[in-house]
């Protein structure tokens, strides 16, 4: 397994998105998607704290998070990445996106590049995802790229596991 942080942060891409780092410059483009361990910012300010935080993590090793650029504007529309169990050959993939993006294909994209990401260069043996019982479009995406739901968890979420 290669785990982060590496030589060069990861950017990866397809004709639609880039998977790149996110730079303090993006974060006025971010603000109202950026969390860190379920809160959300709501200023500049608790964005940025944010983003320092979810830095620090990926040069721990323990997290990768990337921007999901779109390649004709180079803006940040959304993130994703993986936040959890990298260091026992597993990740939780998660993901947020701007609300004027979504159902646009930004997420099936950046998610097929991640996945593959995770399972070729990190070296995943195994890829989860959580969401809430009402979030049906994350829940069609996930189903649509090969995940079987797992659990019922508390607090609404249900579980969900790539299917190797």
């Known amino acids: 397994m290669k785990l982060p942080p590496y030589d060069n942060f990861p950017s990866i891409s397809d004709n639609k998105i880039s998977l790149r780092q996110i730079q303090f410059s993006d974060i006025n483009d971010i603000i109202e998607i950026s969390f860190y361990d379920a809160i959300q910012a709501t200023t500049k300010k608790q964005a940025t704290e944010m983003q320092t935080k979810i830095n620090e993590d990926y040069l721990d090793g323990n997290s990768i998070h ?7 504007t180079n803006k940040i ?11 026992k050959g597993e990740g939780e993939l998660g993901c ?5 993006y979504r159902g646009l294909g930004f997420m099936n994209s950046a998610l ?5 990401f995770g399972l070729n260069d990190i070296g995943l043996r195994r890829i989860w995802a959580i969401t809430t019982k009402q979030n049906k479009k994350a829940i069609k ?3 649509k790229l090969n995940f079987i739901k797992i ?10 596991e790539l299917r190797m």
């Open 151 to 160: 659990a019922e968890l508390d607090d609404n979420e249900v579980a969900y």
């Open 77 to 87: 529309v959304g993130t994703c990445g993986y936040y959890r169990g990298l260091d």
């Open 141 to 143: 995406l996930i189903e």
């Open 66 to 72: 990337w921007g999901i650029a779109d390649k004709l």
């Open 112 to 116: 097929l590049l991640a996945i593959e």
């Open 96 to 100: 947020v996106l701007l609300p004027e």
